[in-house]
């Protein structure tokens, strides 16, 4: 058995090859074999496909193309039967990678062998971040080639709406209004949403995947977020990153994109000219001040639509002391802070141009007054982000299953049956078995993905979907007559405007009583729970109706879809070894 024969035996990481290797004619797209209905291509896209879908190994892999092989005629046969060509083929194809290094500890872009010039203030500590670049146009290219993608494109002119005055869609929107000159400049022209999030990879690890992923919106929502119509702008692997160093490297293709490139659609002869712009963005609330390189909003001026201040509220905190003996505990109080953002009825919102100003004058600062932390207005730095989308400010969607579901519905479950507010006028606690027995009894129909579990001892294990079913469609069944008239009733008025911003098509009627509704939900949740629990998601629900009039129903700013991209990413990664940036 040669060397080579010997590695496909090993894990798909362990194979490398040189730029003396041989090299496939990528402008050469054969039949896998003399007069195969399928070209090399269209087999070795299919085949990563499956192993991609099946989570096969490096053994595995080398079965099935073994086993494919088998099917194949022996003269001209092209298939690639070693692990090693299977991988060298898709190294060597129309859209190269571009790898960029970077200093875990100061950020320093590094090359890949080279040591980090501040090594000395960091000593001990000299491991690398990698970002991978994966440009934009050729995705885009073989994406206007299906048939399937370009005839979908249509969408928009195709659509039948049940209102027409109704907001049905993204392209009800009014930002995606305000692009419609642009729109019609050419059939082919097209507008993006972009997401990014951290992934832990591995337990044992601090490191984190952080994959940008990119969908065209003229495609029908049914089509929109299928993992063959995602693009993946990056990948960046190591500590979590600044914003400017993911997306400045890709700021060149999303320009290139913007003021057009050749595509060549199903049966035309000729190629055309097609522009794309990046219209939105959704990310849970970390990824979206990282991207836009504002403070957090766990202190002031943390809200990413509006310039609120918020402030800081005392609370104190029971912590268990222990003493000699080791059966022995006693409690003490220690004092700690929470930043809070009171209700406000005039909030003076931000807009893009403002945004990029306050961090021009942020960075001027920096170099001015030295290496100390400065912000305007809650404006860090300039973010590469206004550089590549439309508009940061309406264009950021409030995420419904991290704002919403897992911020807003598990706060108030928090603020209801948690023990450490058991003492408080709006606690339930004395109630709990109640709810959870009423809980376990609901039988749910099929349409529903998660059944619920119960509260007590389970509810840090619900899920995303599970929050959003107790939510909408069980709470107010479940706290009838547990729940005091006032506090019902506030309820109430909170179920009734996520449905109708959830729903697939929103009047303007409906979506002006959700404004006045929310505005005074949010009002009275502060005398209910009191002012230390006014944390940013529930501030953030007074901002919902801006974002539903900019971008359409919430539905279709969800990163529902991407949280399934991120779980796919994981699935094929089998190993530990050369996850720093081995290419």
């Known amino acids: 058995m040669s060397s080579r024969e010997s590695d496909d035996e090993s894990c798909a ?9 041989d090299v496939y004619n990528k402008h050469e797209d054969p039949p896998v074999y003399n007069g195969a209905p399928i ?68 950020f320093a872009k590094v090359e890949k062998i080279e040591v980090c010039p501040n090594a000395k203030l960091h000593a001990g500590k000299n491991d690398k971040s990698i970002f991978v670049e994966l440009p934009l146009v050729p995705q885009l290219q073989k994406l206007f080639a299906q048939e399937q993608f370009f005839s979908n494109l249509s969408y928009r002119h195709t659509r039948k709406k049940t209102t027409p005055e109704n907001l049905e869609d993204i ?39 952080w994959p940008i992923f990119l969908n065209v919106m003229e495609q029908p929502p049914k089509y929109r977020f299928k993992k063959e119509f995602t693009l993946i702008a990056g990948l960046w692997f190591g500590c979590k990153p600044e914003a400017n160093m993911i997306l400045d490297p890709l700021v060149k293709s999303f320009n290139c994109v913007r003021t057009g490139f050749h595509v060549r659609p199903p049966g035309r002869s000729n190629s055309c000219i097609s522009k794309g712009i990046v219209l939105a963005a959704t990310t849970d609330l970390p990824a979206k001040i990282m991207l836009l390189g504002m403070t957090s909003y766990s202190g002031a001026f943390g809200c990413q639509i509006c310039k609120i201040k918020g402030r800081s509220v005392q609370i104190t905190k029971k912590q268990r002391k222990k003493v000699k003996k080791k059966t022995d505990e006693n409690n003490e109080e ?23 100003d306050l961090g021009n004058k942020a960075y001027q600062l920096l170099m001015a007054v030295g290496n100390v932390k400065i912000d305007n207005l809650g404006v860090k730095y300039p973010s590469a ?79 995303g979907k599970e929050c959003e079913t107790y939510i909408h469609y069980l709470s107010i069944a479940v706290l009838d007559g547990i729940m005091s008239d006032k506090y019902l009733e506030h309820h109430i008025d909170l179920v009734e405007c996520l449905h109708i911003l959830q729903s ?12 006045k509704k929310l505005d005074n939900y949010v009002k009275n949740f502060e005398v209910l729970y009191g002012t230390r629990n006014m944390s940013m998601v529930i501030h953030l629900l007074q901002h919902l109706v801006f974002v539903v009039t900019n971008l359409g129903p919430l539905r279709y700013c969800s990163c529902y879809p991407y949280e399934s991209l991120n779980g796919d990413i994981l699935k094929i990664i089998h190993g530990t070894r050369s996850r720093g940036g081995t290419q």
């Not at 490398?16 to 290797?21: I, K, Q």
């Not at 969607?397 to 519905?409: E, F, I, N, P, R």
Request: charged fraction near 25%.
């Open 13 to 21: 990481s362990e194979i490398y090859f040189s730029e003396e290797d």
């Open 39 to 106: 070209s090399v291509s269209e087999s070795m896209t299919s085949i990563l496909s499956f192993v991609i879908r099946h989570e096969l190994s490096g053994q595995e892999i080398i079965d099935l193309l073994n086993l494919v092989n088998l099917h194949c005629k022996e003269e001209d046969n092209e298939m690639k039967t070693s692990l090693y060509f299977f991988k060298k083929y898709f190294s060597c194809l129309d859209c190269p990678v571009v790898y960029h290094y970077y200093c875990s500890s100061c």
């Open 171 to 209: 392209n009800d929107g009014q930002l995606y209004k305000e692009l419609l000159g642009f729109l019609s400049e050419s059939e082919l022209n097209f507008t993006m949403m972009l997401n990014t999030d951290g992934v832990p990879v591995f337990k044992s690890s601090q490191k984190s995947l």
């Open 334 to 356: 220690k004092l700690s802070s929470v930043w809070v953002y009171p209700y406000s009825d005039e909030l003076d919102l931000r807009s893009h141009q403002e945004t990029k």
């Open 385 to 463: 982000i206004t550089q590549i989308m439309y508009d940061v400010i309406r264009g950021f969607a409030v995420d419904d299953l991290h704002t919403l579901y897992l911020g807003v519905t598990k706060t108030l479950t928090k603020l209801l049956f948690d023990s450490k507010h058991s003492s408080e006028p709006y606690s339930l606690r004395k109630y709990l078995h109640l709810v959870d027995e009423r809980l376990l009894k609901i039988k749910l129909p099929n349409v529903f993905e998660r059944c619920i579990r119960k509260i007590d001892g389970e509810f840090s294990y619900w899920k």
């Open 504 to 515: 697939p098509s929103i009047s303007p009627e409906k979506l002006l009583a959700c404004s």
